[in-house]
Each structure stands twice: as C-alpha cells, then as structure tokens.
C-alpha cells in the first residue's frame, strides 16, 4: 500500500492544479445540491419493534382519529399572583388565547381547558394542548412562531404564557462559538510548525473535507429523512480528524524535507509512510462509527455513517488534496529556523523519565482513572424532555408550571392502548392501573368506531424522568388483561423509556463489536498481540474515566456554571454507546500515531527501549498537537445551546484529554518500557497467517534509498 500511496501523491504533487480543480468540483456540486436539494431534518427517537412504537403504528392503523404521532405542543397559562383562572377577565382571557390558538397553521385539534378539567386545584393555571397533522420534523420556524405569538394577548392582559412540547423544539444550531476551537487550532498549528503555512495548510485542507461532507450530507437529506443532530456529529469528527491527518503528514513531509529531499519526494515519501498510518487510522474511526449500524437504533446508523463518510472524505483529501497543495507550498512549510531534528526534546525527556520510573507511573495513570470513573457507577440514563431544557426557556416554564400547578406527573403522560379488547376488559384494565401505587389519575377510555381498540391516558405521580416512573410502565405492561386482549403502554415517555432501555442493551454487543474488529486491524499493523491488547485496555480506560467526567458534569452539577451548563438532567441515552464508537477511533488515531514510529524503530533493530524512547521523540509532538487540536475543536461545543450537543463535546474532548495525555503518553510508554521486546510478541503460526501490510513503509523507503524502483515510474 505504501507504494500505492507514494504514486498517488507524487502524481498529485505534478498535477496539482487537475487534483484542486477536481475537488472544487465536486465540493461545488454538492453545495449545489445542498441548497437545491436538502430537506427538512428530523427531532424524532423512534426504534422500530418497541412495545411503544407499535402501539403508535397500531393507532395510526385502527384508530386514526386519536391523531397519535403527530407533533404536540402544551400551553401552559398562569394567573397573576393570588388570582384564579375561572373568573373574570382572566377566564375571558384564557378562552380567547383557545380561539388564537385554533388558527395556528397546521394545528389539527385544541382543548379548551375548562372543558376538559385542565385547571389545577387552585385554579391558578391551566393547560391547553394543541395536536398537530403532522410531525414535529415537518413544522417550520414559521409554524412555530405563529403559535408562540398566540400569547401576546393573554401576557398583555396579565396571565403568564409558556409552551412545550416537541413542536417547539427547533433543529439544533451551531453557532460563532464552535469557531473558538479552529481559532485554538490555528495557533497550536503555528507554535507547533513555526511556520504560518505550514499550519495553514491543515486548516485549510480540513475545512475543505468539512464542507464537502456536509454538503453531501444535506444533499441527502433531500431524499431520506435525517436526525437534526447527524450533521454536528459529521462537522465535529470531520474537523478534528481533518486537521490532524493533515498535521501528521505536514509534520513528515517537514521531516522529508529535513533530510534533504527535494519537494516532490518529499511529498510522496511522507504521503507513502505517514499516509499508511492516516489510513489505518482512518478505518478504525471509519469501523467504529459504521459499526453503529448494527445495533438496530436508525438514528444513530444515519449519524454514525455521514460521520464516516466525513471521515473518509478527510482520508482522501489528506492523500490527494493535501500533496496537491503541498506542490504550491514547497519549501515555505519550513519555519525560519527549524530545530534541529537530533537535539533532545520535551517529548524524549519525558519518555525517558517514564522509562526510569515506569511502575510508579502506570500505577499512579491507573489510579487516577479509577478514581475519575467512580461517579460512572451511578449513571442514570434518559432522552432530552421540557425538563433537561435551559431554565430561562419557555419549554422549561412550562414544564415547571405544570409541575407547581398538577405535580409532575402531567408532564409525562401514559397513554395505555387495548387492542382486540372489549369494554368489559377495558374497563377491567383501567381500574386495575388506578390501583398500582404512582398512579394520580385514569381517564376515561375512547374507543374506535368498532370499538375493538380503546386508549385511555395514566398520569403517573412522578415526572417523566423519574425512575418511579419507569417502574410503574413495566408495572402496567405486566398486568394480565382478560378476554384474549392485549395491552401496551406507549405516549412519549414511554417511547423515550423504550429508546434508553434498546441503547443500554446495545451498549455491551456493540462495544464487543468494534474492540474485535479493530483489534484484529490493529494486529495487523503492528504485527504483535499486546500491542493491541494493551491499547485496547487503555481505551476502555478512557472510557470508562469519560463516563465518571460526564456524570460529574452533567448529572450531578459539577462545575457547572464554569462550562455553561445550563441544567442538569440523567446523561442522554444515545451519548455512551455514541461515546464509545467515537473515542475508540480517535484513540486509535493515537496509538497508530505514536505507536508505528516506535515500530519502525524497533524492526530497524534499535534496541527495544531506546525504540520506545526514539519513537515516543519523533510522534509525540505530533500526537499532543493533534490532541489539543482535537480537544479545542470538541470544546468548542460545550457553548452550544443544546445538552446534547454540549455532552457530546464535553465528552469527545475530556476522552481525548484523558486518552493521549493520559493512555498515550503516559500509560503506553510506561507499559512499552516494562515489557520490552516481549511488547512485539507474535505467535510464528500467526506471523505466517497475517499479510503484511508494511504500515511503517518499510519495504518503500528500503527501495527508494536503493534507487531501485519508482523514481521514475
């Protein structure tokens, strides 16, 4: 492959002005094709096959006039301090915001809260929900606007008006803060190169691969419906690894240059080493995030490949584009006064103080990862509702109005549904569910036309996150119901419930999952068997110290108010099983990185610890880079104005923090050192099994100093 790889980029290098021209096509066309083409994006968590969803599917099919599945949104209307909503002007008021709220586009149904006993005890707020035609994914800003608008007139004459529900929930944005982490990554790229160019030429080549990936993917969401959150997964993963598989190569094409070759070799010989490694690495980044797909959860499939598909752009650009680009730099990548590749560096003092002190510093890596995992143990896991939003938000008020106004319990309402039943076994059913222990009230049941199919709805005592809550859905699920009738119990709590339970089961098959895949990739490259088992370990490491950070963070409050996290709530379902395919490719970036110098090294026949020493001196600098690259630009998310969005880059970069600084650059030295040559252990059955894939670039760079082939071909 690494001569595969030193002809492309040679042939890049000659033709360079063919290779840009070719990409600003392609990234034009599908710019084109994003602003003509993209569809709406999608809010909705739906897994086809729970209890849940199949009862939404059963009432579409028997009884349609329900209208389930279609977007809500719950106005909630408080009276002035020590007044009451059933009198009066306020009464007046209230009804009037009804006959607003009925002129809402796309609203299909409204309830009059004085009709339908909405009113609290106190009779100081009420509730109206409006049901809509369509989906949550389907309304625009527009729509949204138009109902919250309906308020002006009751907050003029006093009331207090706040709405939730998943029609108010809008497509998450990326704002001017996300920048923050490019703006971090220029100047570790600058202090890194000494040169301007140099650590422009990964920005630039990075944010090329970015916007050909989401152009791409907004092209497709013209013709398959995507989750809202798709495209910030993509630009995360895209920018940090197009940086830094950019990085990497620039960093050994500067080496190239160093030893005295010309720009065009230069070039091809970095492309035809450090390329192998950007393309292993690649493809444990690119199997992590497919393997999504086969945990049976469609949105996080759809995330995970327009991921990998980013990530697959950024391998490409990285061999053809960068190499391209490099032909226009030539010499100027070089700082003004280069350090001299033999004097001894940071990197190498540091690799030799852990190789004296090896024991003493794995124990204290270690310990220092269990301790950070510890509030791991006490993860709770849940779906965004009105209650995780921001305090100041309308859905928030809302939600805490309801609460203040009716308990808790009405933010989270059952919806129990009998199929092939009969009056008698409904009615059987209903009075069985008041009777379990968090059950605040039962309605009366509505039935189809052929009254074989009834639903009624079950205000639970406890919020919607409540693990009582969850408890008293199992509970209602396994009631026996008479006459041959089946029960199921759906609603959006439910279905969030349903959602949290499928990730958790998915989380153990999935992480087994990529670990053999990657470690057999990982055999591979490094021909040895605890090479991989020990980067595996330390993943696992990572991970498992990532979860008790996120935890501390976002579950239980701490330092929150330093990251702007504006509330805490139980940690988001789909965020460990997100984490874990993540990281794991990002933490292979590192290993590869680091790790393939120590290699070549060694299989040069430098004695084992110096080849750790030696190998640790060369990758390092780079390796720590690329992480503070990656940490600024995950970071940089933390501001976004959604939990999800702020978990996610919390968690992607203090896995990264911990995984290189701590993993990497603590732990596998350490671990490299105290096994010695024992590390590059490979049974002689399996060296004859496995192909050699001469990552390192072996066999390219023994050709090329022979002159004996390629220079010409």
């Known amino acids: 492959m690494a001569t595969l790889l030193y002809r492309l980029a040679r042939f890049s290098f000659r033709r360079r002005w063919l290779v840009v021209a070719v990409w600003a096509v392609v990234l034009g066309a599908l710019g084109l094709g994003a602003l003509t083409l993209s569809g709406q994006m999608s809010n909705s968590v739906t897994i086809p096959g729970t209890e849940s969803q199949q009862a939404i599917d059963h009432l579409k099919e028997r009884f349609p ?44 149904a409204i309830t009059d809260p004085f009709q339908t006993g909405m009113v609290s005890p106190h009779g100081n707020v009420a509730l109206v929900q409006v049901s809509y035609g369509v989906q949550a994914s389907e309304l625009t800003e527009g729509d949204r606007d138009a109902v919250t608008a309906t308020a002006d007139a009751a907050r003029e004459a006093g009331l207090t008006v706040e709405f939730g529900g998943d029609a108010l929930q809008g497509m998450p944005e990326t704002g001017a803060t996300e920048g923050l982490g490019v703006i971090v990554a220029a100047i570790v790229l600058t202090v890194t190169f000494g040169s301007v160019v140099a650590a422009g030429l990964p920005l630039l080549t990075a944010l090329i691969g970015v916007g050909v990936g989401m152009t791409g993917i ?25 940086i830094d598989y950019a990085l990497f190569i620039v960093s050994r094409y500067r080496h190239e240059l160093g030893e005295g070759h010309e720009p065009e070799k230069a070039a091809a010989r970095s492309v035809g080493t450090a390329g192998s490694a950007v393309v292993f690495a690649g493809l444990t980044v690119i199997i992590a995030l497919v393997g999504l797909t086969v945990v049976g959860i ?26 391209a680009v490099l032909g226009f730099a030539a010499r100027k990548v070089l700082g003004r006064k280069p350090k001299s590749p033999h004097g001894r560096t940071n990197g190498e003092r540091w690799a030799r103080f852990v190789a004296r002190r090896r024991v003493p510093v794995l124990l204290a890596a270690v310990a220092g990862l269990v301790v950070i995992a510890i509030p791991a143990l006490g993860m709770q896991l849940g779906l965004p509702n009105d209650a ?4 100041d938000s309308t859905q928030r008020k809302a939600y805490d109005l309801v609460t203040a106004g009716f308990g808790p319990g009405l933010n989270g309402p059952l919806v129990v549904v009998l199929s092939d039943t009969t009056t008698a076994a409904t009615t059987s059913a209903a009075d069985e569910i008041s009777r379990l222990g968090d059950v605040a009230t039962v309605t009366q049941p509505q039935y189809n036309a052929q009254r074989d199919t009834a639903m009624f709805t079950v205000i639970p005592k406890s919020g919607p996150s409540s693990t009582d809550t969850e408890k008293l859905v199992s509970d209602i699920r396994g009631l026996p119901v008479s006459e041959n009738a089946k029960l199921s119990v759906t609603g959006q709590t439910a279905l969030q419930i349903d959602v949290s339970e499928k990730l958790a089961k998915a ?53 929150d108010s330093l990251l702007g996290v504006k509330s805490t709530a139980p940690i988001m379902s789909m965020l460990p099983i997100l984490l874990i395919g993540v990281l794991f490719g990002l933490a292979m970036d590192y290993q590869v990185f680091l790790v393939t110098r120590m290699r070549e090294e060694h299989v040069h026949g430098t004695e084992a ?54 993993v990497r650059m603590t732990i596998v030295p350490a671990v490299m050192s105290l096994l010695g040559s024992k590390a590059w252990w490979l049974p002689k059955w399996l060296d004859r099994v496995l192909p050699n894939v001469d990552v390192e670039g072996e066999k390219l760079t023994k050709h090329l100093d022979d002159g004996k082939v390629l220079e010409n071909a």
């Open 65 to 108: 006039q329900a209208g389930v599945g279609g977007a809500t949104a719950r106005v909630a209307i408080a009276a002035p301090d020590g007044q009451q909503l059933t009198t009066g002007e306020n009464k007046a008021a209230v009804e009037r915001l009804v006959g607003e709220l009925k002129t809402a586009p796309k609203a299909k």
């Open 507 to 559: 989380m153990l098959p999935y992480l087994l999952l990529i670990v053999g895949l990657a470690f057999l990739l990982l055999m591979l490259v490094f021909r040895s068997v605890i090479v991989p088992l020990k980067a595996t370990l330390g993943f696992l490491g990572s991970v498992a110290a990532t979860f008790g950070a996120v935890v501390a963070v976002f579950q239980w409050g701490w330092l």
């Open 218 to 242: 907004l092209t497709v969401s013209g013709f398959t419906e995507l989750n809202s959150n798709t495209p910030i997964l993509a630009l995360m993963l895209g920018l940090a690894v197009g």
């Open 388 to 391: 995780t939003a921001a305090p």
């Open 298 to 323: 469609p949105f996080l499939g759809q995330m995970g490949v327009a991921a990998a598909g980013t990530v697959a752009v950024a391998v490409l650009i990285a061999l053809t584009l960068l190499p």
């Open 609 to 662: 610890q110096q080849a750790m020493v030696t190998g640790f001196r060369h990758g390092s600098r780079v390796v720590v880079a690329a992480a503070l690259i990656m940490i600024s630009v995950f970071a940089g998310f933390v501001l976004a104005d959604t939990t999800l969005i702020q978990s996610i880059g919390f968690a992607l970069a203090f896995g990264v923090l911990v995984d290189a600084f701590v």
